[in-house]
């Protein structure tokens, strides 16, 4: 199993561009989510979706849209990208509803919006 | 909401020597409290968990402890190796709540051993 996959790895855009980022997983996991990180902010929620078709809003939603057409897919687009985008975003599954299922990640993809 | 503050931001210590990362909690309504490692460059991964029925969890060399009325909880790692170099986040979740949905990380710890 390959787990979580993100891709791209690393992307340069200049301020107003759009993007889509993919993340996949091979765990049949009903729960997924991305994360943004930045420095010494810890990991906060964009958005997350609790199986296929379904999505909603974490903590840090505005500027970010997503959409789960497959349960094994979740992509993060950003429509007008902004330097406060700047950041690493992870992906990540849990196998349900629980809150204590484990968070497993990708390996993140690292976005400057200059 | 749920608010989650982890003490201290930064720790540096002595191949060796035991290391402590506190984290204290907002919502009485948590009872998972999950522990991440993530190393430079990587993606975040769970070492341990605790759950609210259960004071302190031991694996090898990292234990987990819970004061629930106190509302904080604590990593603890003896005998420090340089490969446990590392960011450390801590985490809570009202579990009977909702789903991971409702984890709110701490803003890291960032732990140096040196050899």
């Known amino acids: 199993n390959a787990g979580v996959t993100q891709t791209p790895k690393f992307r340069v855009l200049k301020t107003g561009q759009s993007m889509t980022l993919l993340c996949a997983q091979d765990?049949?996991?009903?729960?997924m989510y991305w994360y943004r990180q930045d420095p010494g902010m810890g990991l906060r929620l964009i958005h997350y979706s609790v199986g296929e078709g379904t999505t909603a809003k974490g903590e840090v939603p505005d500027g970010y849209n997503v959409s789960r057409l497959k349960k094994q897919n979740f992509l993060l687009g950003l429509e007008s990208a902004a330097p406060s985008q700047t950041s690493v975003y992870f992906c990540?599954?849990?196998?349900?509803?629980?809150?204590?299922?484990?968070?497993?990640f990708g390996n993140g993809t690292r976005l400057t919006v200059t | 909401g749920e608010n989650v503050e982890q003490h201290p931001s930064t720790l540096s210590v002595q191949e060796g020597d035991s290391a402590v990362i506190k984290c204290t909690y907002s919502d009485s309504a948590s009872n998972y409290f999950p522990w991440y490692k993530q190393e430079l460059g990587k993606r975040p991964q769970l070492i341990i968990d605790i759950r609210s029925n259960v004071g302190e969890k031991k694996d090898q060399r990292i234990a987990v402890t819970l004061n629930k009325t106190a509302k904080h909880f604590s990593l603890h790692i003896t005998e420090t190796q340089p490969e446990d170099s590392a960011v450390y986040f801590c985490a809570a979740s009202p579990s009977s709540q909702g789903g991971s949905e409702k984890l709110v990380f701490g803003k890291g710890t960032k732990l140096t051993v040196n050899p």
């Open positions: 765990m049949n996991h009903e729960y």
């Open positions: 990540a599954s849990s196998s349900d509803g629980q809150g204590n299922s484990p968070l497993h």
